[in-house]
């Protein structure tokens, strides 16, 4: 999905000995939206703001080590080896002869070298030089900037398509607040900024400002606006809109004191998983202590000073879990950690209260990577209730209005049933329009892109997904379940186009597909190198709806 | 209810007269119901339904055709709408059953009567059929009777003989059986043409109107507009194109009567089609029709088509096996289902090949039985149709291996002579049907009888035929020694004009020498060549084929008898065939000025597309002198060409080229108009010439007369003549002109064309030094496209060097902003020139320190020694702007910061310092500067400043700065809750820093601890951090939280705690 930014010049962080003045460059593209004011609670936003960076940045994926080089030198070293070895057995003949050859050898090397030497120099010179000079090519998506009438927000998305970040700043954060125009806005971001960042102190006047200028008419000097397009991944922005879709779901909600998280991170940091499973599980009773048992050691830790308000017991499994050490530079700060939880392989939330003024949404979806292996495990995008697109509107108008506020208000003005309202704002929540501030549970208007996005293009991850729900949707599916090893053979039949296919999956402890087989063309041609097809797909989703929780 | 088909029948015979009428009507949504009236026709119907309940449209639809197929079968006939025309038969008269004709109209009769009088049994269609090939019109009656009776096939027989008679009784007939959908379409197709042939006029011309609209828009319009012509591109266009809709083609078919245009369209169409599917079909049915109407024509080019097209797969004749592999599509077909099917993917096995060559084979001999003017034209349309690509030469074939003989204990192998074209069936055929010697074997003509040779060797020696000749060859070899061995000699010599379509129409060497030898030794055969006219001879010796070329020649050359004619010698020297260009050029080259008269003889040799003719035109014109006035005449002849005319490119080129050396003095002449015209020609060489003629003009008039936006659009057009044309006119410029045209020359300096900007480049270095304003304008300029793309590779280096060659002395003027933007520009030549400038003319003074420490930041070494050479130079400016200048320590080149460390290590003293200074140079986040900034702060620190540096740096983010303030935590902070207190973040986020900081967290703790054991303040500030760390997971820190919580305890009962501490019970 192709995003066209043109920035009103370069976002800047400028600081001497006296001050610092941030100026972030908007997208002159959308909506003018700006805000000037200076800071005043100016540690903890640098800490939260920092925090934030670190989403932007987090990249979790597996990355293979490079061995290229390694295999190059190896490849090298076993002739010499084999010689070595030849050497020791023969006369010394041949050992004359190779030291000879040898010595030959180490001439071409050393000629090569010569003639290779000054090229892989400049090579290396010239990686290094744009390294430098490109910094910035090396992200995704600037954050998106929002301001409204009783707050400014930040938020991001991480590059592994797995991280959502927030930071919702109330104006208490802001002194002298000039002017401001609510709106939502892209930022011109880099990495230099974060530098700039760690230089703000209590004692240095800090300007804050999304900078208007750049909305201003400008007839010369085009080149000061920088152009950006950015060719986003549709898996990415669909991972974006699953997990603000998520925020909207039932939950179950409780609070871990700030050395509760401090006392996971640090056992996150301490010990290296090196074989699954590797979830976090909640261990949630009524009035009692929240219990973390983290896997695969099952070391218990109990959190005594948290205890869960809810009435049902419940566990719950949350899987990329170093994803959480993001929060360790807010345990300084935050007041309590509020943990949203929508169940086992679902997004999670953990808010940072930041001494009220401030509040920093860290939301996590199911998994890490979104690979196949997880794939149909969930449809957070599949629409709640039918709600007609006149209505839609008019609830969506009446929000602008106000920029924000919680389903049963907005139903009192417009005089609407609340559940109506509810499920439009959902549907909007799905497209990227609105968001669902869980701090406050007021719904905020927030339009994601400046053009609407394509929501039949993301409603699936891949054709198969779409078809496997056609097919659960069919009633088409049937699964029994067998314990294997370590974990769950799940066959199924599965009845596509007047024809049964048999299915097995084989799920592990992580709840990850680890080997499937079905009969269909598609698997026969691809085994699983494209990811399941649907009958797969439909028999592990069946098995998400039947399985005991 | 609504009625959606309804059928009228009727049924008289003798005394009884009676109708049956058919409703099938709509009561609901796909609800649908079939009634029925009957009784003596004029008395009430008496009605009744064959659904009883309402059915589906298909269900309705079968009901319906039933009840119609039942009753016609009983001998009901569909009554046309109000005029009830009734069939009465004839008195059977009593002629004799032994003629043909009496055979057919009896057994028509019996099957009427549903008798047999004869022996044999034949079905009505086979009867029918013959009834129209022989148009036999007293059978009419008959077979309106019998036409609804019957199959399909028969009903199909019927019309088509019907057809053929074109009797205006069918009328009706036709008209029903062309309404009624439920017809099969070939029958339907039948009964249309039909009633195109009976109809009368007003009716007739509705009908070809109502043909046309079904025709696709583009071709309805030409029919409206008269340019029925103009269809032949559209139907070519359209057959190229993939999977349309190829009905139009049998449409256009049935109007070819009106149009005859349409005919020879079609031909053509015919001829690039594939004999394939989806056209087959449509192929097949105009073939049907072509038949129907006898159109030789058509019939000819089909026969030709059906014998050279391969088939497209082998039918599959036993019923055991169903598919068939077809390669042309690449996989199995199941053939018999598949032909059955309405798009069939299959066409023209090799069996309807051979049906469809059966069918043709026996038309020309069936046309042989009849008059000789019908077999000539059905033969003359087949042998048209043969091209030059059919030729093929007579060979020798060998049979194979030698075959050994026990006898003779030899090989015996055997020859085949195949004559030429040997496997052209209906070539060889009309051409040699009476050659004794030949014989069409295992489809192939054979020659003579096979020879056989013998020899020891299992290899028989290739043989081949000696000395062959080509039709050519024999035709110039012809003496009047002709021996006819075609089919029906006397039918062609009847028709000897046919002879003469052949030789201009034919396209085949065979066809050819047929007709030259036949119309040679024809009895009148002088009296019809002397009848060919001149534009017959120019078709004959302008034609691809040389053997009209030859006969065209030779009309021409005995002409020439009665004086030579310029006309006709032209004809000749546009002959593609290289021997009548040559006779051509003799004889101009004998009689010159008789040519050189003609101005349009000029004209045409100028552009003869034959290379010999436009060398020997050179030659030719080189020699002659012509007037001036003649050379004018043939420059506008020409001009006129050139704009009206699609030439070759070459002949185009030539004719531009020997007008500019032979009629330059015209061209000269030559009026804007005719220029401009030549300007706005589409054709690429005509705009070069154009600006020839323009040049050639610049030498009578000023070069500044010439439009200046004509010579700008010269400099940047594609040609390189046309640019440097444009640049010789430029060049005439007077020096005053080209100072104003300064914008022109700074854009031609950047051309990518190396020989328009040599000579803009020479142009500007000469008049640099005669105008102070040309050269600030051009030094702009190029400054400008020093920050664009290059225009061609290295431009930026030849400009660089431009301007500081030539340019130098006005670099000084550039201003500080433009030389910025050029040292941040992203092209190397002009980040140097920008620095050339910034190091030479630049007063530092004007810059502030932000800029100068922006370019040490910069790529180019040099700049950014530039930049630290200014520090050096200037330490005390640098001085006074401290706060601005610790910037240059953020710098991300290593070497910069280091030379910056440097520089404030040796220019600054502790004076030069204070406290925030310090402070914000630790504040970096990068490790070296940071350590830097701790570096001096360690050497410039006052005791008094203490305080305010453990304040400021506590709030560093970085664990090692966390570290180097706890160094200052014993001195400033003790005993002072107050700064206890602001320092809290400090204290809880080096706490907090998880598995990082052991040594800080430490020293920190045993403060804090110390601290609270001396305050009680202290201690009740302290107890909320120490409660909120207590429970910690890391051992080692919790034990340490509990002691000292367990201390403060002790020391302050009041103090609330997050532990509870029990006695441990001791057991005994």
Redesign the interface.
């Known amino acids: 999905m192709l995003f066209n930014y043109k920035y009103g010049g370069q976002t800047n962080v400028v600081?001497?000995?006296?001050q610092t003045a941030m100026s972030f460059a908007p997208d002159t593209l959308r909506q003018p939206t700006f805000f000037v004011g200076k800071l005043d609670k100016k540690?903890s936003f640098?800490?939260a703001i920092?925090a934030l960076h670190h989403v932007v940045v987090s990249d979790l994926r597996f990355k293979p080590k490079d061995k290229t080089a390694y295999k190059e030198w190896a490849a090298q070293q076993e002739a010499i080896w084999l010689s070595e070895y030849v050497e020791s057995l023969q006369i010394d003949k041949v050992n004359e002869r190779i030291s000879q050859v040898r010595q030959e050898l180490n001439e071409v090397y050393k000629e090569k070298d010569k003639h290779l030497g000054p090229f892989n120099k400049a090579k290396r010179t010239y990686f290094d030089?744009l390294y430098?000079?490109d910094k910035d090519a090396w992200f995704v998506l600037d954050p998106v900037i929002t301001v409204h009438p009783d707050e400014v927000f930040f938020e991001c998305f991480s590059q592994d398509e797995s991280t959502y970040g927030k930071l919702s700043c109330s104006y208490n954060v802001f002194k002298e607040i000039n002017e401001f125009e609510c709106g939502t806005t892209n930022i011109d971001y880099s990495s230099t900024l974060y530098?700039e960042f760690?230089?703000i102190?209590?004692?240095k006047e800090t300007d804050f400002k999304i900078d208007p200028s750049g909305f201003e008419v400008q007839t010369t000097n085009e080149d000061s606006y920088k152009e950006v397009k950015i060719d986003l991944p549709d898996s990415w922005v669909r991972g974006f809109l699953q997990v603000s879709s998520a925020m909207t779901l039932p939950a179950s909600t409780f609070h871990l004191?700030?050395?509760?998280v401090?006392?996971l991170?640090?056992?996150l940091?301490?010990f290296k998983e090196k074989a699954s499973p590797r979830s976090l599980r909640f261990v949630l009773e009524p009035n009692k202590p929240i219990k973390i048992i983290v896997e695969p050691w099952n070391k218990e830790?109990i959190?005594?000073?948290s205890i869960y308000g809810g009435d049902k017991p419940q566990e719950v499994r949350l899987w990329g879990r170093r994803r959480l050490?993001i929060l360790?530079r807010l345990?300084?700060?935050a007041k309590t950690f509020k943990v949203v939880l929508l169940g086992s392989g679902l997004p999670s939330f953990f808010i940072a209260d930041l001494e009220n003024d401030m509040s920093f949404t860290l939301g996590l979806s199911g998994w890490t990577a979104n690979d196949w292996s997880r794939a149909g495990n969930f449809d957070l995008m599949a629409p709640r209730a039918e709600v007609d697109s006149y209505t839609q509107q008019k609830v969506f108008n009446g929000l602008k209005q106000n920029w924000f506020e919680t389903s049963g208000a907005l139903a009192r003005r417009l005089n609407l049933d609340t559940n109506i309202v509810s499920s439009a704002l959902a549907a909007y929540t799905q497209a990227g329009r609105v968001i669902y501030d869980l701090n406050l549970g007021v719904y905020r208007v927030r339009e994601l892109s400046r053009d609407p996005l394509p929501m039949e293009q993301l409603r699936f991850a891949s054709p198969q997904e779409e078809k496997a729900t056609k097919l659960l949707k069919e009633n088409k599916v049937q699964v029994t379940t067998e314990q294997k090893g370590n974990g769950i053979l799940l066959k199924g039949k599965v009845v596509d186009g007047g024809r049964t296919y048999h299915t097995t999956v084989l799920i592990d402890n992580d709840d990850r597909i680890i080997d499937a087989t079905c009969e269909c063309g598609f698997f026969l041609v691809n085994k699983l190198r494209k990811g399941p097809c649907e009958h797969i797909l439909a028999t592990r989703m069946y098995w998400n709806l039947i399985k005991p929780q | 209810m609504k009625l959606i088909q309804q059928v009228k029948l009727f049924f008289q015979e003798g005394t009884s007269d009676k109708v049956y009428e058919i409703d099938l009507c709509e009561v609901g949504t796909d609800q649908y119901v079939v009634n029925f009236r009957y009784g003596k026709r004029g008395s009430n119907l008496k009605d009744g339904t064959k659904t009883t309940t309402s059915v589906s449209l298909s269900k309705a639809q079968s009901v319906f055709n039933s009840l119609q197929k039942e009753k016609t079968d009983k001998g009901y006939q569909i009554a046309t709408d109000d005029s009830q025309t009734t069939v009465v038969l004839p008195k059977p008269t009593k002629s004799p059953t032994n003629t043909l004709e009496g055979a057919i109209l009896q057994r028509l009769q019996d099957a009427i009567d549903g008798k047999n009088t004869f022996k044999t049994v034949w079905k009505v269609s086979r009867v029918a059929w013959k009834v129209g090939i022989i148009k036999l019109q007293e059978a009419v009656p008959y077979l309106l009777k019998l036409v609804d009776k019957g199959d399909k096939m028969q009903c199909y027989c019927i019309l088509w003989a019907l057809a053929r008679c074109a009797d205006v009784k069918a009328l009706s007939t036709f008209q029903t059986n062309y309404a009624n959908n439920s017809n099969d379409d070939n029958s339907r197709k039948i009964a249309l043409e039909g009633l195109l042939r009976v109809s009368p006029a007003p009716e007739k011309q509705k009908l070809i109107n109502s043909l046309v609209e079904r025709l696709p828009q583009a071709m309805q319009e030409c029919f409206t507009g008269n340019r029925v012509a103009d269809i032949e591109s559209i139907v070519l266009s359209r057959i190229a194109e993939k999977q349309t809709e190829y009905i139009f083609l049998e449409t256009l078919y049935l109007l070819a009567n009106e149009h005859p245009i349409l005919s020879k369209i079609l031909v053509k169409a015919l001829q690039l089609m594939p004999i394939r599917p989806p056209h087959f079909k449509h192929i097949r049915s105009i073939y049907k029709l072509a038949e129907l109407r006898e159109d030789v024509l058509i019939l000819g080019t089909l026969s030709y088509l059906f014998e050279s097209k391969p088939h497209m797969y082998q039918s599959i004749k036993k019923s055991w096996r169903n598919s068939r592999y077809v390669s042309e599509l690449g996989t199995y077909i199941k053939v018999k289902d598949e032909v059955k099917s309405k798009n069939s993917k299959v066409a023209f096995s090799d069996a309807t090949k051979a049906y469809l060559q059966r069918r043709d084979l026996k038309r020309l001999k069936n046309a042989g039985n009849q008059t000789p003017q019908e077999y000539i034209k059905l033969a003359t349309a087949i042998l048209l149709s043969y091209t030059k690509e059919d030729y093929t030469e007579a060979y020798m074939e060998s049979q194979g291996y030698g075959r050994w003989n026990y006898q003779t204990r030899k090989y015996t192998h055997t020859f085949v002579e195949r004559p030429e074209c040997a496997n052209k069936l209906l070539l060889n055929l009309i051409l040699n049907g009476n050659n004794k010697t030949m014989r069409f074997v295992e489809n192939k003509w054979q020659k003579g009888e096979p020879i056989v040779e013998v020899s020891s060797s299992w290899y028989g020696s290739t043989k081949k035929i000696e000395n062959p000749k080509t039709p050519i060859q024999r035709v110039k070899e012809y003496n009047g020694n002709n021996e006819r061995v075609e089919l029906y000699p006397e039918k062609w010599d009847e028709f000897p004009q046919a002879y003469i379509q052949l030789l201009m129409q034919g396209k085949n060497g065979l066809v050819h020498e047929f007709a030259y030898k036949n119309l040679k030794s024809h009895a009148k055969s002088k009296e019809f060549i002397d009848k060919i006219d001149k534009s017959m001879i120019k078709s004959l010796v302008t034609s691809n084929h040389s053997i009209p070329v030859f006969f065209g020649s030779e009309i021409i050359k005995e002409r020439m008898a009665n004086g030579v004619d310029i006309e006709l010698i032209m004809f000749m020297l546009s002959s593609p065939v290289y021997e009548a260009r040559e006779f051509a050029m003799t004889v101009i080259n004998l009689q010159p000025n008789l040519f050189l008269e003609d101005t349009s003889f000029i004209t045409s040799i100028l552009f003869s597309p034959y290379k010999e003719v436009r060398t020997w035109s050179e030659a030719f014109l080189g020699i002659q002198t012509l007037q001036a006035e003649k050379w004018q005449l043939v420059v506008g002849k020409s001009i006129a060409k050139m704009l009206g005319e699609t030439l070759d490119s070459k002949a185009l080129t030539h004719a531009h080229f020997a007008l500019k050396k032979y009629a330059g003095l015209a061209l000269e002449k030559l009026s804007w108009n005719v220029v401009l015209e030549l300007l706005d020609s589409p054709v690429a060489e005509n705009k070069v010439f154009a600006s020839d003629i323009l040049l050639l003009k610049s030498n009578s008039i000023k070069a500044e007369d010439i439009p200046f936006k004509i010579v700008s659009g010269f400099l940047g057009a594609e040609s390189e003549q046309m640019r440097n044309n444009g640049m010789a006119i430029f060049a005439k410029y007077s020096d005053q002109n080209l100072l104003k045209a300064h914008e022109m020359l700074g854009q031609m300096v950047l051309s990518p064309h190396t020989s328009l900007r040599d000579s803009a480049i020479g142009i500007v270095k000469k008049l640099i030094p005669q105008s102070t304003d040309f050269s600030k304008q051009i030094c702009t300029s190029l400054l400008i496209a020093l920050r664009r793309k290059e225009t061609y590779e290295n431009s930026h280096e030849s400009v660089a060097k431009l301007l500081l060659n030539d340019l130098e002395s006005y670099l000084k003027e550039v201003e500080l902003k433009d030389v910025l933007d050029l040292i941040y520009g992203n092209y190397r030549q002009g980040q140097l020139v920008g620095f050339h400038i910034l190091g030479k003319y630049i007063d530092t003074n004007d810059m502030t320190l932000r800029q100068i420490i922006a370019l040490a930041n910069h790529?180019l070494l040099a700049v950014r020694h530039w930049a630290i050479d200014y520090f050096d130079k200037n330490a005390s400016r640098i001085r006074y702007e401290r706060?601005?200048a610790?910037?240059l320590l953020d710098a991300?080149?290593d070497d910069t910061r280091l030379a910056a460390m440097n520089f404030f290590r040796n220019h600054f003293t502790k004076d030069d310092w204070d406290v925030?200074?310090l402070?914000?140079i630790a504040?970096?986040?990068r490790s070296d500067v940071e350590n830097f900034g701790k570096e001096l702060i360690m050497k410039f620190f006052e005791e008094e400043d203490g305080e305010q540096y453990l304040?400021?740096l506590s709030?560093h983010?970085?664990a090692s700065m966390q570290l180097f303030v706890t160094n200052y935590l014993e001195r400033f902070a003790s005993n002072h809750l107050e700064r206890l207190k602001s320092l809290e973040?400090f204290f809880?986020?080096a706490l907090?820093r998880?598995?990082q900081g052991r040594i800080a967290k430490d020293r920190i703790v045993d403060f804090l601890e110390k601290e609270a054991t001396n305050s009680e303040e202290t201690a009740f500030w302290l107890v909320a951090l120490l409660n909120?760390?207590v429970?910690?997971?890391?051992i080692q820190d919790k034990a340490r939280f509990i002691q000292l919580l367990q201390k403060l305890k002790h020391l302050h009962k009041n103090l609330k705690v997050a532990i509870t501490f029990e006695p441990l019970a001791i057991e005994d």
């Open positions: 600081s001497n000995a006296n540690i640098r800490e920092s030089y430098e000079k530098n760690q230089k102190r209590n004692y004191h700030p050395l509760d401090f006392s991170c640090q056992f940091r301490r830790l959190f005594k000073r050490l360790e345990i300084p700060i | 790529e706060n601005e610790i910037r991300k080149w925030d200074s402070v914000s504040d970096s986040v304040i400021m709030q983010p970085s973040f809880r986020s907090m998880v598995n909120d760390m429970n910690t997971l890391a």
